[in-house]
């Protein structure tokens, strides 16, 4: 028994080696395709955001001052709110694991609002 267990740790060791091994390996081809440009560029950062691209891109274009937006900036400001939902989104899991919750509730964004000083920009917007 003593050599199955053994067996094993290695087994899985081996499989999550390769694991990482096999996306290392894939990056370097992709990017040293076209360097940034063209459609493999263009996939590689839709892969990257979480948020949809073209919903962004519809947004900024409603701002009347934004007659054109390309790519690398409807791609830059999905990943800022990306990094700015996950922020407030982890301050106010704080509030909620205070109050032995897991869901997050309005007054947990209300009061990572109000304690901290990143988001005072915020305070009222949720009235």
């Known amino acids: 028994m003593a050599a199955t267990e053994s067996a094993a740790p290695a087994e899985s060791e081996l499989d999550r ?5 096999e996306p290392r390996g894939a990056e370097p081809e992709e990017d040293a395709g076209t360097g940034q440009a063209g459609p493999i560029a263009a996939a590689q950062q839709h892969r990257l955001a979480k ?3 073209s919903r962004i891109k519809s947004l900024m ?3 009347p001052d934004v007659s054109l937006a390309s790519q690398e900036s409807v791609f830059i400001i999905a990943k800022a709110t990306e990094l700015f939902v996950e922020m407030i989104a982890k301050d106010a899991l704080v509030y909620a694991q205070q109050g032995k ?3 997050l509730q309005r007054k947990d964004l209300d009061n990572a609002i109000e304690a901290i ?4 920009f915020l305070e009222g917007t949720l009235d």
């Open 17 to 21: 080696g390769g694991a990482e091994d």
């Open 51 to 53: 948020l949809p691209l």
């Open 61 to 63: 274009k409603a701002d």
């Open 101 to 103: 919750r897991k869901t």
């Open 117 to 120: 000083d990143e988001f005072a």
